[in-house]
């Protein structure tokens, strides 16, 4: 016996095995962790089941660092697949292991099972995963970079899940994946996308120009904007993705129509385009050197506004070199500038899977935004007739 206060892990592995050997297997492990815990009951509990899909080593490795530190926070049974078509042998290599490293703080314990399938095995993945989960449970499907909508695995593993978690920003490219999520939101599927969440201080932020009753009916008369993204040559891709989206929650809100779209990525500065009505608005999108922390990270944010016989108005938000906080200023002609620094609230991006985590369902919003966000990366979420 040892004391639970002591850090607890039990694993397993084998090769060539079958689904009833694992199963068999998380058992046994759970019946080791008892006999070894003294003053404090493991207690069996998780939340819900969580389903990671990587196409290769390295991205597997990502995925075990990422939610080993998001079983912190929420016990679940995860199970990560890798499919390794190449191999011409059909079979399944797996790793099982029980953490019970904070058992002595909350009596719990997160189950990880990664499962590798070979040859055959690799086409019928939902075969090997569908037994390794917990019936009660919801389960979430995290399916990192581009969704391949056709591809047989992807469909396959989304068919035993309730809800897709995915991250735009890895987007390799952004329209065409806006356009697979609305697709798969008619469809109604329930999609939580991390770098929505990322972008919610920002969201919240643009909101507060607007807020006072001196300056609200500017909204009606925004005559251009400006978004800078930190330059990072492997981040143009969240760089394109975010300013979509962030342009498609704009446009969701004020009744703004696609003029110009962006067909691939942004690799360099560029004007797009929107319609208020018959009023033309040009978005500059521009990179700027802010440092490597900033690299594919949203940094500022200003917009430009006219009303009727009402003197012009300007609005920015500057983010900080630290990256945590903004300074919002509020600029109309003939008056004082009103200047405010706030907090940035920047989570890490296995606090926010960890969020997402427990969300379920749809995000109405969010739907209408990846419609038009598609539409400004050159993509109509295109339905047969």
């Known amino acids: 016996m040892r004391s639970s206060a002591a850090p607890l892990i039990k694993s397993w592995h084998g090769s060539d095995v079958d689904v009833t050997t694992v199963r068999r297997q998380i058992e046994q492990l759970w019946q080791q962790v008892t006999s070894d815990t003294t003053d404090t009951c493991a207690v069996k509990t998780q939340a819900f089941n969580l389903v990671a899909y990587a196409s290769n080593e390295t991205l ?23 499919a390794d078509r190449l191999r011409p042998e059909s079979a399944i290599d797996a790793e099982v292991s029980i953490d019970c490293s904070d058992l002595a703080a909350a009596g719990l314990c997160q189950e990880n099972v990664k499962i590798i399938a070979h040859g055959r095995a690799a086409d019928h993945v939902e075969s090997v995963v569908a037994p390794l989960l917990l019936k009660q449970l919801p389960t979430y499907l995290w399916w990192p970079g581009q969704l391949p909508l056709g591809h047989r695995a992807f469909h396959a593993l989304l068919s035993v899940a ?19 999520v609305g697709r798969l939101a008619a469809a109604t599927q329930g999609v939580n996308d991390l770098n929505w969440a990322r972008l919610a201080p920002w969201r919240e932020t643009i909101a507060l120009f607007f807020d006072g009753p001196g300056v609200r009916d500017y909204v009606n008369g925004i005559q251009s904007m400006e978004i800078v993204f930190g330059r990072g040559e492997a981040d143009f891709v969240s760089a394109t993705a975010s300013t979509l989206l962030l342009l498609g929650w704009m446009a969701c809100r004020l009744g703004w129509e696609t ?62 070199d630290d990256l945590e906080y903004v300074t919002i200023t509020t ?18 991006d296995e606090e926010h899977l960890a969020d997402e985590l427990s969300l379920a369902g749809h995000d109405t919003l969010y739907e209408q935004v990846v419609q038009f966000a598609a539409r400004m990366g050159g993509r109509e979420t295109w339905q047969p007739i």
Do not use: M
């Open 60 to 82: 597997l490795r990502r995925l075990v660092t990422s939610l080993t530190e998001v079983s912190k926070r929420q016990p679940s049974r995860t199970v990560i697949v890798l």
């Open 331 to 348: 600029a109309v002609e003939g008056e004082q500038d009103v200047c405010s620094a706030l907090p940035l609230h920047r989570k890490t």
């Open 162 to 180: 309730n809800q897709l978690i995915i991250d735009s920003a890895d987007f390799a490219s952004p329209g065409d994946g806006y356009a697979s």
């Open 259 to 320: 003029e110009t779209s962006l067909e691939g990525l942004a690799t360099k500065d560029v004007t797009l385009s929107v319609l208020a009505g018959e009023r033309l608005i040009p978005i500059q999108l521009k990179l700027a050197d802010r440092g490597a922390a900033a690299a594919g990270r949203l940094v500022h944010v200003s917009i430009e506004a006219e009303l009727g016989s009402r003197p012009p108005a300007s609005f920015s938000i500057d983010r900080s």
